[in-house]
């Protein structure tokens, strides 16, 4: 009989790197408890790197917000096979409801729905030009691919980007 093994617990020290979802690589600055509603309750205090704002997140919601680690460097080529794979054609669809599955593929923090949001509107635009919407979901699944990526291989975000292009050649 297979062992059962409970779900892993997500814990963060301070100096941690980790992935919010939609946000992006922050650091977890502090572990401060705070009083809610007359009930003490522990926060990660994490400073998304990008843009410098800081996150109040429960230590007790980190799996229902989808706080995880960066993504382990062993697991990159896995992503960038989905982003070789041929995407779904876009023309069946219209901009809004295309707009709408990328935004919540986004929001589940997988860098392998990023890594798809990215590669279709990044083929999208070869084809066509983008509307304003598509334009900025580009731009955010490019950087929240590029900032994890560069995070995960310890790489600058510029050689990082080149190496996305690249499998696109």
Request: proline content about 3%.
């Amino acid at each position: 009989m297979a062992e059962v093994l409970a779900p892993e617990k997500r814990e963060f020290c301070k100096g941690d790197l980790a992935v919010y979802p939609a946000h992006g690589v922050g650091c977890i600055e502090a572990i401060e408890s705070k009083e809610i509603n007359g009930e003490s309750m522990n926060f990660y205090m994490m400073k998304i790197i990008e843009n410098g704002m800081v996150i109040m997140i429960p230590t007790c919601n980190v799996e229902s917000v989808g706080l995880r680690q960066v993504i382990p460097k062993n697991e990159i080529p896995q992503v960038y096979e989905v982003m070789q794979k041929k995407g779904a054609s876009a023309d069946n669809q219209t901009w809004n409801r295309r707009y709408r599955e990328y935004m919540d593929k986004i929001k589940t923090g997988s860098i392998y729905d990023v890594a798809e949001v990215f590669r279709d509107l990044f083929q999208l635009k070869l084809e066509k030009d983008l509307s304003f919407g598509e334009r900025k979901l580009l731009d955010t699944a490019q950087s929240l691919l590029v900032q994890e990526l560069s995070t995960a291989k310890d790489m600058d975000e510029k050689l990082m980007m080149q190496e996305i292009e690249k499998l696109f050649d």
